[in-house]
Structures are given as C-alpha cells and as structure tokens.
C-alpha cells in the first residue's frame, strides 16, 4: 500500500475522500465553547451554501478541555447528539488522556495542571489550592474531580478512538511516527509526536489530518493537513473540509479562509 500510494501520486492523482462523503475536520477547541458554537453554525452555513447528497462526517481532532475557560460545556456539548452532520467522531487528545490518567493516579495532577488543567478543574468549580495539606494537594483534587464530573463526560472521554482512516486520509491528534506502519504505531505518538512528525518529508500511507501543532493559519503539506489553528488564544478554530479531491477550511474569527 505504501508503494501504492506514492505510485498514485508519482502519477498526479490527488489523494481523495471515498465518493458519497463530505468531512468536516475541527482542530483543538480547548475549552473554547462559545467558539465551538460559532464553528458549527458555519457548517451549517456551509451546508445550505454548498448543499451535498453526500453522506457528512464530523470528525473531532482532539483536546476539548485545558486552557481555554469552558471545557466543561465543551464536554457537555460533545456528549449531546448533533444535528449538523450524519455521523460525528470524536479521536482522544494528549489533553483529554492526561484528565483520565489523573482521574487514576492523581500524581499525573502536576504535569496535567502544568499544561493547562488548571482551568478545566476551574471550569468544574474546583478551588485549586483546597485548604489541605501541599502533600495532599493533588489527591484531594483528584477526588474532587471524580465528584464533579458528570459520569457522561467520564463515559465521552472513555469511547475516544486515537484515530480514524477514511480513503486516502487518517485523522488523528499529534500525528504518527514516519516510517513505521499503522499497526505499528504507539500512543505516546499518535497523541503527542511532535517535530519528528512535521518536519517530515515522507509520503505516509495516508494523508494525515491532525490538530495538536498550532499554526496562526491551517497548514497543507504533501503528506498532512494541520488545522490547530490555537483557537483559545486566538479566537480561531478551524474546521478542514474535505470531499473527494477537495480541501478547503473554515475557520472563526477575523481571519477567516474560505
Ligand atoms: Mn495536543
């Protein structure tokens, strides 16, 4: 397949969702429900303006909550059916799998709160520093969150698949480790690969859409499509829209591309 796919590509065939399908994949929200809502009444938008007999799909690129200061509507909102498209997918972020490892071990609270945890315990109503001993801190946090959350954010967060293949395209958080095969893949990578994954030139199987390396603007490659386009701090979330040979986003904010 690997062979295959550059060979198709050697020929100037461009890679391409199968025929019937239009996707909608939407970057990292991060706590950022009102944009959230902003994003999907632009699908919609984009839905009567560009109407399809196509079967449409949402897929959801990961890290819903941290940062940003609503991840627990984000959450709510997820957890709720959706009208906009046929199908919605929601792939596990690095952000979304540090909450359930506290949620086992509350000495992952240091690194988890170092990266933006804070505001989604805050977002729970959750004091930060609870009036219990610096040594209890973490676990006294841990229980408390176990307490908040609702069991359908638990649940959400516990059917995340790390990835979904669809035609010529994978849909996954971080990226993938160059070079190594799909079934060869490590967590650790699919949710937190770095440079090693955009610094590379080479042609993966797959064209892989991902979130987790924000850009000011969406970014296409050969071989990856990025559209983190860090909407809490800039107030632009962006959604890639893909349909047979085609890619063009949809972004919120001032600058928007279309
Ligand atoms: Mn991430």
């Known amino acids: 397949m690997w062979k295959y796919f550059r060979k198709k590509s050697a020929h100037g065939q461009k890679p391409k969702v199968p025929s019937g399908t239009r996707v909608y994949a939407i970057g990292d929200i991060h706590g950022r429900h009102d944009l959230l809502n902003v994003l999907y009444r632009q699908i919609e938008l984009d839905l009567e303006q560009f109407p399809t007999e196509a079967k449409t799909l949402l897929i959801h ?19 709720l059916p959706q009208s906009i498209c046929d199908e ?31 505001t989604t315990l805050a977002s729970y109503q959750i004091p930060l520093t609870p009036p219990v001993a610096p040594t209890d801190r973490f676990e006294t946090l841990r229980n408390m969150l176990i307490e908040k959350m609702p069991n359908s954010h638990r649940e959400l967060l516990q059917t995340m698949p790390l990835f979904h293949q669809l035609g010529d395209y994978l849909f996954v958080h971080a990226g993938i480790r160059p070079g190594r095969a799909m079934a060869d893949q490590v967590r650790e990578d699919l949710l937190w690969i770095r440079d090693r994954f955009t610094d590379s030139r080479i042609k993966h199987r797959q064209i892989v859409v991902h979130g987790h390396h924000t850009t000011p603007d969406p970014v296409i490659r050969a071989n990856r499509i990025g559209v983190d386009t860090g909407a809490y701090m800039t107030h632009r979330l962006t959604a890639a829209v893909l349909e047979a040979e085609q890619v063009r986003f949809i972004s919120t904010g001032p600058n928007q591309v279309n």
């Open 61 to 79: 690129l990961g890290d819903y909550i941290d940062r940003g200061p609503d991840s627990n509507l984000v959450l709510d909102a997820l957890s």
């Open 88 to 118: 919605r997918i929601l792939l596990l972020g690095n952000h979304e799998d540090l909450l359930m490892r506290f949620l086992i071990d509350s000495t992952v609270g240091r690194l988890w709160l170092q990266l933006g945890g804070d």
